[in-house]
């Protein structure tokens, strides 16, 4: 595993994503997770939704489902599985400023139900979901192990967990490590990143079996010179931004940093995009 800073901790991942919400909804939009293309001819919106059901027909939900949308953002992805997959959704979110956006575009609707609070700490009933999904989300949990033992905690046996997540090359180079890997881990206040075998090991250690493991990095690729360029956009709409990434103002010059590094960092191989299928054993 590459680690940061040991320090970091679910506040301080609240606060990157509440001190960001206005950039976050801006240059993501609704659906803070990268796309997945099959053509390569899709929009940036039309591969983000592809995601988000590629992601659905890994965990095999069907109407009726009880799922659960751990590190849910703003809530598109809950809100498409319980309007399109009659799925029941309970959806978690350490940032009260994507909670409050949730709740507000739900409409008062009962389904999904967004919760704000701590995954590691979450206090959901035992056995109660027949599928959880993690979509770029255990990238911010400081302990990885506990992240997988609470998923299993509340799944009944036999329930999925699906997990898309960035994950590290198997043999990053030093440069890649210390110009990379190392500044996005603190910028984007993630404790720690894991490789493939890292996941793997973790998720059978807590009592999950392996249906299968998809590196998908080819397919996700295009997300971030999309990014740039929306950036870049912005940018050029709000020219105060600007003026203030200039004079290197905190929270947009890392904004800025950590996007060209991720761009670099999936080019050259030292991030991968993978996608975990798992099942609770039916103990």
Known sequence: MIASRTDIRGADVAQHYDELDA???????????????????????????????????????APGDRVCDIG????????????????????ITISPAQHAAALGR???????????????????????????????????????????????RVLRPGGRLVVATWLVGDFPAHWQQ???LEP??????????????????????????????QDITPQIARTWPRIVSTFARHLLRHPFTLRLLCRGWAHHSVFGLTI?????????????YGVLTLAKADT
């Not at 992805?77 to 309970?90: D, F, N, Q």
């Not at 881990?185 to 807590?206: H, I």
Request: overall charge neutral.
């Open 23 to 61: 950039f976050y909804r801006e240059i993501w939009g609704e659906h803070v997770h990268h796309g997945f293309w099959r053509t390569g001819q899709e929009t940036l919106a039309v591969a983000r939704r592809q995601l988000e059901a590629f992601v659905a027909d890994e965990a095999a939900i």
């Open 72 to 91: 849910c953002g703003y809530g598109a992805t809950a809100r498409m599985l319980a309007e399109e997959r009659g799925a029941e959704v309970t959806a």
């Open 106 to 152: 739900s409409a008062g609707r009962p389904n999904p139900r967004f919760l704000v609070g701590d995954w590691l700490d979450n206090g959901l009933p035992s056995s109660s979901f027949d599928a959880a999904i993690a979509v770029e989300s255990s990238e911010h949990m400081p302990d990885k192990s506990a992240f997988f033992a609470q998923a299993r």
């Open 178 to 180: 210390r110009r990379l």
């Open 184 to 213: 996005i881990c603190r910028e984007a206040r993630m404790p720690v990143l894991g490789t493939e075998a890292d996941y793997r090991r973790l998720a059978a250690e807590a009592g999950f079996a392996v249906l299968r493991f």
């Open 260 to 272: 060209s590094r991720l761009c670099i960092a999936f080019r050259t191989g030292a991030l991968r």
